[in-house]
């Protein structure tokens, strides 16, 4: 157990809709980074929040954004879906910005 | 940009030793670290390099040569549950966000 909670597990939706992925980081860490996953790609870097603040952009695309909160839980929204976004969602969180822990990931599906 | 290559995919026996390679193309350098997935699990941290030469952890080894930007991931006595698959990343260092670049992941079978 890294210690970064992820809700939902699992979210099926329909395309067109938006979704809120939750993720509460471990005690301290005051980075959130959010990252996608598709089926047998590798990790692509979202986005990140530094104790409130966006610190860092990828490729992340003009229909999601995210925030971290004042007690530095962040979530990530997904608008307009499309059946590409299916996904494993990963938050992770870090102290120090070597070492991030990951959260368990949210299963996106999109039908 | 940055880039990082990795096998896709290596096999291994039971009990034997296995060296994943990772070189890396970065604007800047801090470190090159190494996460395992299991099938659909989150990743975890496995090992982390910022100077050259090895880092052991138990059965697990890191190695980077900054030089050679090449790194690589040494697995010992290979058990079953060392399936997976292994990441390599660095952070980039081209702002201060200290977000990591991960490869493509190299799966690894390990056969009885």
């Known amino acids: 157990d890294s210690g970064v909670t992820q809700t939902p597990k699992h979210l099926i939706t329909a395309t067109g809709q938006r979704v809120t992925l939750r993720c509460s980081p471990r005690?301290?860490?005051?980075?959130v980074y959010w990252y996608q996953q598709s089926l047998d790609q590798g990790l692509q870097f979202l986005i990140q929040?530094?104790?409130?603040?966006?610190?860092a952009k990828g490729n992340i695309l003009e229909r999601f954004s995210a925030q971290q909160f004042p007690d530095l839980h962040s979530e990530l929204n997904l608008s307009s879906l499309e059946l590409g976004d299916s996904a494993l969602y990963f938050c992770a969180s870090s102290r120090a910005g070597d070492t991030q822990y990951f959260g368990p990931g949210t299963r996106l599906t999109v039908l | 940009g940055q880039s990082l290559e990795q096998p896709s995919e290596v096999t291994a026996v039971e009990g034997a030793i296995v060296q994943i390679n990772c070189t890396y193309q970065?604007?800047?350098?801090?470190?090159l670290s190494w996460y395992q997935q299991h099938d659909g699990g989150a990743p975890t941290f496995l090992s982390y390099?910022?100077?050259?030469g090895l880092e052991e952890t138990g059965r697990f080894s890191s190695f980077l040569s900054r030089s050679d930007s090449y790194g690589y991931l040494l697995l010992q006595e290979l058990q079953m549950k060392d399936s997976a698959s292994y990441f390599c990343a660095v952070r980039d260092s081209s702002n201060q966000g200290g977000k990591l670049i991960f490869g493509q992941g190299t799966e690894l079978s390990v056969k009885p």
């Open positions: 970065t604007s800047g350098f801090y470190g």
């Open positions: 390099n910022a100077l050259d």
């Open positions: 005690s301290g860490d005051l980075s």
């Open positions: 929040y530094y104790n409130g603040e966006e610190r």
